[in-house]
């Protein structure tokens, strides 16, 4: 299985603030990952596909880099609904995997 | 607007089943792949099960620690998806997603959470 790995399990910043937050591969996957959006209680929301790809309505304060195995997700202007989980997933090889998750938290 | 409504989770003792439904509605369902994607209470996103259309004949794919014990099925000409779960586990306790697939999992239902317990 593809081991999707986000290092960071917390991540602080202030509103206003750039943040980005990281996800590691354990093999070459191209450009098949997506990010997903959780808040509290809710489900996950579509943020990213194809690592570069915002899907329609997500704010282009989000942003999505990498190929192969080392990908990124940047928010510019960190904003107070952007306090959340975030999840990278592969879907290049099956089983499809997810990441353990990065919770973005104020300072 | 594109809506997928779950349902059937509840209790249920280890070794029992359930049967999970999920509505959708607002999009051309029988053209899309579809998903199940469960969240433990407290952890992360696990991918259970997906189903491909009628023009890719309806294959399907499951995770290792479902295969043989649940069954993912859709009925196109009602727009549903199911989920057929089999000799449960107390560690597939978790909320489970119905998902739709656009390249990647595109939109999620709300979920309907399953509890295996004696």
């Avoid at chain 1, 990010?35 to 809710?42: A, E, I, R, S, V």
């Avoid at chain 2, 560690?91 to 295996?116: H, K, P």
Wanted: glycine letters at 8%.
């Amino acid at each position: 299985d593809i081991v999707m790995t986000q290092s960071q399990k917390f991540m602080s910043t202030s509103v206003g603030d750039r943040v980005s937050v990281t996800c590691k591969a354990s093999q070459n996957v191209i450009t098949n990952v997506a990010w997903y959006q959780q808040k509290p209680g809710q489900s996950p929301k579509a943020l990213i596909y194809s690592a570069s790809y915002r899907y329609n309505g997500v704010p282009d304060r989000f942003t999505g880099s990498g190929s192969g195995t080392d990908f990124t997700l940047t928010i510019s202007n960190v904003q107070s609904e952007d306090l959340a989980e975030y999840f990278c997933q592969q879907y290049n090889n099956y089983p499809l995997t997810f990441g353990a998750g990065t919770k973005l938290e104020l300072k | 607007e594109v809506q997928l409504v779950e349902s059937g989770g509840g209790l249920v003792q280890p070794k029992g089943s359930l049967k999970l439904s999920c509505a959708a509605s607002g999009f051309t369902f029988h053209t899309y792949a579809m998903n199940w994607v469960r969240q433990a209470p407290g952890k992360g996103l696990k991918w259970v099960a997906r189903i491909r259309s009628k023009s890719n004949n309806y294959a399907t794919y499951y995770a290792d620690s479902v295969k043989d014990r649940f069954t993912i099925s859709r009925d196109d000409s009602q727009s549903m998806l199911f989920l057929q779960m089999n000799n449960l586990k107390t560690e597939d306790t978790a909320m489970y997603y119905c998902v739709r697939q656009m390249i990647s999992f595109s939109y999620w239902g709300q979920g309907t959470l399953v509890t295996v317990s004696a």
